[in-house]
């Protein structure tokens, strides 16, 4: 019995010793201590035992399963830590690793050559306004000489909101001529940036929304070549003082007389043609339209209370995204209002 038992121990530290998960702890715990254990098997002999040798056995029994218990907690103590350890190790986070970057974004390229012509303008003395894109007929037309039934007023043209066609989105900030007008008296010099809608279909040059910079200066003596110097000033501040840019005489109602003013093509260099092609961004012509402007008609003046007798002036509305297109040399203007970030990235 005594071999027995001294082989049960031995037998059980050694498999307590090999075992590495709690799970196999437990079935050794069972199997070596359990009711239908190793030991409790032993210790049931005990009866067949003579009297002097029972003490001795029992003795032995009990320190063989002490010593597998004081085993057992141990292996438990030393399995639970190496758990821990793993544990730890794996989900242990390096505080010292540099985290992900976040991307940060810029101003849009449209955005960052109007703070540009913005900039130039204010250090001329201009006073940057803003006005409302649901406007009046009024102000949008009537009030700007531009008559009834003139072909941009039509349905077809214009986005309006009611049967009595009197209130509308603006296609033009020249109402901002008016409203400007309205509440300060000269001299006067104003700078309008906005959003203007017109039922066009988009194409290089072309989209149902665009921006438009208005500009309007009214004082005593001012003339037609206050206006072109002060449009070739600005021309030369955004391209540079190589910008090839052309005046050609124009109409509009509101102004007397009136211009137009083209940049030469920044695609085809004014040829209109690209390896044999007509030139997809300027259609061949060589030149894009940037702008309109003229001297103000005294009839506007005089529908905003100013003596045309004793003022003049001259109002002009610039393109941005063409101005754009030139400036940053953008070959369709769509591109501008995808917002692709691949595009966008490259400014
Ligand atoms: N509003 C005109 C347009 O959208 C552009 C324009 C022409 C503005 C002449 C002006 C101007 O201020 O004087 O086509």
């Not at 104003?190 to 004082?219: C, N, W, Y």
């Not at 390896?275 to 103000?296: F, K, P, R, Y």
Request: aromatic share 6%.
């Amino acid at each position: 019995m005594k071999e027995q038992l001294e082989l049960i121990q031995k037998n059980a530290l050694a498999a307590l010793e090999a075992a590495e998960t709690p799970a196999a702890l437990e079935e050794l715990r069972v199997k070596l201590l359990g009711k239908k254990g190793e030991l409790t098997a032993v210790l049931k002999l005990m009866g067949k035992l003579s009297p002097e040798e029972r003490p001795v056995m029992g003795q032995m029994a009990n320190t063989v399963r002490a010593t597998i218990e004081a085993k057992l907690e141990e292996r438990k103590a030393a399995i639970n830590a190496a758990v821990l350890e793993a544990k730890l190790a794996a989900e242990s986070i390096d505080v010292t690793i540099p985290g992900d970057n976040v991307q940060l974004g810029h101003q849009h390229p449209m955005n960052m050559v109007l703070q540009e012509i913005k900039d130039i303008f204010v250090g001329m003395g201009y006073t940057v306004v803003d006005g409302p894109e649901v406007e009046l007929a009024s102000y949008n037309f009537t009030r700007l000489n531009i008559e009834e039934g003139h072909p941009s007023r039509d349905r077809s043209d214009t986005f309006y909101f009611d049967d009595n066609d009197e209130v509308l989105l603006r296609t033009q900030t020249s109402s901002m001529q008016i409203r400007f007008m309205e509440n300060n008296q000269p001299p006067l010099c104003m700078l309008a940036p906005g959003r203007v809608f017109r039922k066009d279909e988009a194409d290089a040059t072309h989209s149902p929304m665009f921006h438009q910079i208005e500009g309007l200066v009214v004082a005593e003596h001012i003339t037609m070549g206050d206006l072109k110097g002060a449009l070739i000033t600005i021309m030369n501040k955004i391209y540079g003082h190589d910008a090839q840019v052309r005046f050609r005489p124009h109409h509009f109602p509101f102004t007397e007389p009136s211009c137009e003013m083209d940049m030469q093509c920044h695609k085809c260099h004014g040829t209109g043609e690209v390896d044999g092609q007509v030139c997809s961004t300027c259609h061949g012509e060589g030149w894009i339209e940037l702008l309109g402007a003229g001297m103000v008609h005294p009839e506007v003046l005089r529908n905003c209370g100013i003596d045309p007798e004793k003022y003049s002036g001259f109002a002009f509305g610039i393109g941005l995204e063409r101005t754009a297109m030139g400036r940053l040399k953008i070959t369709d203007l769509r591109l501008i209002f995808d917002n692709d970030v691949r595009f966008l990235n490259q400014f």
